[in-house]
């Protein structure tokens, strides 16, 4: 039988391999035995090397430490050196150190001593440091050896010495040359034989090789041919016809390249079908990484498929690497791609697993771009919010009007829920039947114009209407029919009450619920214009609350308003209901009375208004007393217009409020010339509290014991450009009026302070200054601030400074003028009362207060010599003050019989013209000076 070419070469190899594997173990147990000797004699050599050098390095450490002992060595350096010269002369030795008790190294051996006196600061050398036995330590390349050195009981330190162990090897190395001689003379004995033996066999199977090459070359070399060719897309057909193997190989082949054909056919229209999908798809191998990439996936994330190739899947894709095990059908879900500029797209993922022989090979991804329905999904979740929570009712009907979908703010207004409005017609939320007929105008309007809109009456539910603002348009389909309205309104409820509050705001006093300024001015017009129809007379009546501004200000606005409430109440109680009441601003008042027949007849409503104050308001815990002073103005008298009248009117009152408050005036045409003049000086003082045009002058009081100059009165002058001197009697109650007085006060207070200064000398007593405060000033929640400030600042103590005040500013409100009084008392300022003994003149604030000073009013002192009222009456307030230990100043002493009786009766101090009248600063200053020598004013 004919051995089939299979067999030879199956015969051939294992003969060959056999042969190789045999001369591989012998060569293999001879490497073995050499390296078991050579380790093992390298061993050997390894400890008899150590050995050697440490007995070698104890025995010249030692013999070295013995010699440096010798005193004849321990100042001689160069025997010393020599001494460790001959140690180091030897091959082995690396280094030698002599070092002293503390480790620092005396001698190394070198000529210029290079390491003398450096310490040793490896761990050996630290350790060899205090030694008193011998040191060993060995390592790789060096042998360390350290022996003390003492002469008898006394330590002088130490040698250490190193020894190369790669020198002692050297001296070894003829040893180890004789081995690696015989060594290598027997591997290579051996090597030749196994090497002939490898030859021979190998020749045997070449010729067995070549006997079979003839038979098997050709066909392979062909079937190499076409391979190369299927590789180029060339399926040329195989021309071999044999019975064995190779002729087997040639029609698998042939097979082989009809199926490649066809797959090729199929592959190419499949890859035209994936590159034609919309959608993305990824092919990934069963670890997960992508093989296959359509060109949508580059559309989708921006990647090639060049690029996406063997990266893994989860790099493009939020989902899992692997499906779960025995998953068949395809998984869908929706995650995120990541496309190549790094941006997350949003993206529907079909998953496929595809299985072979129970093993996952693979998985197709199929993504869907889904940007555009989420955007979709978030306008229609959007407008459903929008639908479902605006504030505006919103109504769908169809094109007949008939609801079919209603948001919740439709079923809150009307009471109509959700359920309930469907089917109902639009017309039938109309509140009347007007309201439905104006409803049924909705389907021709929006069928011309597309729109309509309008305010309507609707009925809820429950029967109550309410005013809505409507409008409504079409919903047209893509064919531009109309199939549906929609409607949105809003309740006007709330609109209209606003609308009536804002009325309200606009033309009633939200305080008293009075007409305020805007409606009085209607309401006088009309009446203006009604009686100059029938030719009647009217009353404009202009009321204003006295010291209500001290109320508001001491007892807080609270209090205020409490107070104004009760006022409107008690003034609409006198008047008729023809009669028009107003609150033209804060304490103000205007009342319109038409037919007043009479003066007579105007004089007693205005007598009735007044007496209504007699009795106290009550406000919280408070019970307040106060008054009113009222202009009256007639028509048409006095003016024909709304604007003169309330002009003349308010003219009048200030006349009222001039001649003492708590009464009424009215018009007559000198007092416009009084209200022109009073709002020059207000204008003028303020232009002089801008350009500082005020300037003090200063009269003395004088000791009636010594004539000496003991204090000094500030009085303020002004003249104005314009309206020359003006006297303090005509400026100050306008300063009070207008508020200005506070800071009037405050500069008068700073000048004072800052020339009390200028006539103050060491040689003489001081001299303090008096500051009149006027009401506004001290009730001024700063007040003590200021002072304190303005002494700060000016250096002024505060013993020279003294406040003057007057009874009726103290007794408004007495608990708190005693609490002022106090700290200004605490902080060293003086306290006086002027014109006392002409108000309430009580007993018992004296003795609450604390008062250094009482000044007698002027009035009493101007007619004590020849009125005996007066005298009795200075006498008793001299007495009473000095009972109570407060001194008393004489004020307007103008002649020496007043000046007799002042001092008879024991008055501490004088004030007026009979010493001096009020001079500038300079002045005073030279009057000071004079008076330090010479009294002022003495009699016999």
């Keep these: ?231 180029t897309g060339n399926t040329a057909p195989v021309d071999i016809r044999r019975r064995d193997e190779i002729g087997e190989l040639a029609d698998t082949f042939q097979a082989m390249q009809r199926n490649l054909r066809q797959t090729t056919i199929s592959k190419a229209y499949l890859d035209r079908i994936i590159d034609s ?57 929706e995650t995120e791609a990541r496309a190549h500029s790094g941006t997350l797209l949003p993206v529907a993922v079909s998953v496929s697993p595809i299985w072979e022989h129970d093993r996952l090979s693979g998985c197709v991804y199929v993504c869907q771009d889904v940007s555009e329905r989420l955007r979709n999904e978030e306008r229609l979740r959007l407008a459903s919010k929008v639908f479902e929570n605006t504030a505006e009712c919103i109504v769908v009907t169809d094109a007949e009007g008939c609801i079919q979908r209603v948001n919740p703010a439709f079923a809150a207004v009307t009471g109509h829920g959700s359920v309930q409005s469907i089917g109902m017609n639009i017309r039938d939320l109309g509140a009347s039947p007007s309201d439905q007929d104006q409803l049924d105008n909705i389907g021709p309007a929006l069928a011309s114009e597309g729109q309509w809109y309008g305010e309507v009456y609707f009925r809820r539910r429950n029967g109550e209407e309410f005013p809505a603002w409507l409008t409504f348009s079409t919903i047209a389909e893509p064919d531009g029919r109309v199939r549906q309205w929609t409607g949105l309104f809003n309740d006007l409820t709330e609109h209209r009450e606003a609308e009536e509050r804002i009325h309200q705001l606009a033309y009633y006093d939200h305080l008293t619920g009075l007409p305020n300024r805007l409606l009085f001015q209607d309401r006088l017009g009309q009446a203006l214009t009604q009686a100059s129809r029938h030719h009647d007379r009217l009353a404009v009546f202009f009321l204003d609350l006295d010291r209500f501004k001290l109320i508001n200000d001491t007892k807080g606005h609270g209090t205020g308003d409490e107070l104004l409430k009760g006022v409107a109440q008690r003034l609409r109680d006198q008047l008729r209901e023809e009669d028009t009441l107003a609150r033209l601003g804060g304490d103000e008042f205007a009342i319109v009375v038409p037919d007043a027949e009479s003066e007579d007849r105007v004089a007693e409503v205005a007598h009735r208004l007044v007496s209504a104050f007699g009795q106290p308001f009550y406000a919280g815990a408070y019970e307040l007393f106060t008054s009113t002073s009222i202009g009256i103005s007639l028509f048409p008298t006095d003016a024909s217009d709304a604007d003169t009248l309330l002009k003349n009117a308010d003219a009048a009152m200030y006349q009222a409020k001039r001649q003492g408050r708590n009464r009424f005036r009215f018009f007559t045409p000198g007092m416009n010339e009084r209200i022109v003049e009073h709002m020059e000086i207000e204008e003028g003082l303020r232009r002089g509290l801008e350009r500082d045009a005020f300037e003090l002058y200063y009269q003395p009081q004088v000791s009636m014991a010594d004539g000496r100059i003991v204090a000094a009165e500030a009085l303020i002058r002004w003249e104005d450009p314009a309206l020359g001197i003006v006297a303090p009697e005509r400026f100050i109650p306008i300063a009070e009026d207008s508020g200005l007085i506070v800071s009037l006060g405050n500069w008068v207070l700073r000048r004072a302070c800052e020339n009390v200064l200028s006539w103050q000398r060491p040689e003489g007593a001081a001299i303090p200054v008096c500051v009149n405060l006027s009401a506004r000033q001290f009730q001024d929640p700063k007040l003590i601030t200021h002072v304190r400030e303005i002494l700060q600042e000016t250096g002024v103590p505060s013993e020279l400074l003294q406040i003057e005040l007057t009874e009726s500013m103290l007794l408004d409100d007495l608990d708190l003028s005693i609490a002022i009084l106090m700290r200004l008392n605490e902080m060293g300022v003086r306290i006086s009362i002027d014109d006392f003994g002409t108000g309430y003149s009580s007993l018992s604030y004296l003795k609450r207060l604390p008062i250094h000073t009482l000044k007698i009013d002027k009035s009493f002192v101007r007619d004590i010599a020849v009125d005996r009222d007066d005298a009795t009456i200075t006498s008793a307030i001299i007495a009473l003050a000095h009972s109570l230990g407060i001194q008393v100043v004489a004020e307007g002493v103008e002649n020496d019989e007043q000046l007799m009786f002042l001092r008879r009766n024991g008055c501490d101090f004088a004030q007026g013209f009979l010493f001096a009248h009020p001079d500038p600063v300079e002045a005073f200053q030279a009057l000071v000076t004079t008076s330090r020598q010479e009294p002022l004013r003495l009699l016999e």
């Design 1 to 231: 039988m004919r051995l089939q070419p299979k067999y030879t070469l199956i015969i051939t190899g294992l003969l060959m391999v056999a042969m190789l594997v045999l001369s591989a173990s012998l060569l293999y147990r001879f490497e073995l035995t050499l390296r078991e000797t050579t380790r093992a004699s390298s061993g050997v050599l390894d400890e008899a090397m150590q050995e050697q050098l440490v007995n070698r390095g104890m025995a010249l450490t030692a013999l070295l430490a013995e010699n440096l002992a010798n005193p004849l060595y321990q100042f001689d350096m160069e025997a010393v050196g020599r001494q460790v010269r001959n140690v180091l002369e030897r091959p082995q030795t690396a280094y030698v150190y002599v070092f002293d008790t503390d480790g620092l190294i005396v001698h190394d051996g070198s000529q210029h001593l290079s390491r003398f006196g450096t310490r040793m600061e490896d761990p050996f050398g630290e350790r060899a440091a205090g030694i008193s036995e011998p040191l060993v330590q060995t390592n790789d390349d060096i042998v360390e050896v350290a022996v003390p050195v003492a002469l008898g009981r006394q330590h002088l330190g130490g040698v250490r010495v190193g020894f190369s162990r790669a020198a002692t090897r050297a001296e070894l190395g003829n040893l180890g040359n004789q081995l690696e001689a015989l060594y290598n003379e027997h591997r290579r004995d051996q090597y030749l034989t196994v090497v002939g033996l490898t030859l021979a066999l190998l020749l045997l199977g070449g010729i067995a090789a070549i006997a079979v090459a003839r038979q098997l070359i050709r066909p392979i070399r062909q079937l190499r041919t076409v391979a190369a060719h299927v590789g």
């Design 277 to 333: 999908m919309n959608d993305a798809l990824l092919v990934t191998d069963g670890e997960g990484r992508i093989r296959r990439a359509n060109s949508a996936v580059t559309r989708l994330t921006g990647y090639s498929p060049q690029e996406l190739n063997g990266r893994d899947i989860r790099d493009v894709l939020a989902v899992d690497a692997l499906p779960a095990e025995g998953a068949v059908d395809a998984l869908a879900q």
